[in-house]
């Protein structure tokens, strides 16, 4: 068995609840993606992320706690272990 860690990739939706101006936080929330090193691509809705899973899912992680200190929010997270890999 090979001791390499699989890549999967990951999109991740961020959606601010209760405020009308949600660019500052859906900004911050960027930025925690973009500190992380990993290859990722920013659309409309959703910012696609690649990486291996411990990477992706400790992302996820720093992703929900800088999202708590924010409000309330939505976070839709879809995980493949083919998509882009």
């Known amino acids: 068995m090979s001791t390499m860690e699989k890549i ?4 991740i939706s961020y959606t601010p ?6 660019s500052e936080r859906v900004e911050k929330i960027l930025q ?7 290859e990722y691509r920013v659309s ?17 992680r720093e992703v929900y706690d800088a999202a708590i200190v924010e ?6 997270i879809k995980i493949s272990n083919i998509c882009g890999c």
């Open 71 to 76: 409000g309330h929010f939505i976070l839709d």
């Open 17 to 22: 609840m209760g405020v009308e101006d949600i």
């Open 32 to 38: 925690v993606v973009k500190n992380s090193s990993l």
């Open 8 to 11: 999967i990739s990951c999109q």
């Open 44 to 60: 409309s809705f959703a910012t696609e992320v690649k990486g291996t899973e411990t990477k992706i899912f400790s992302l996820i």
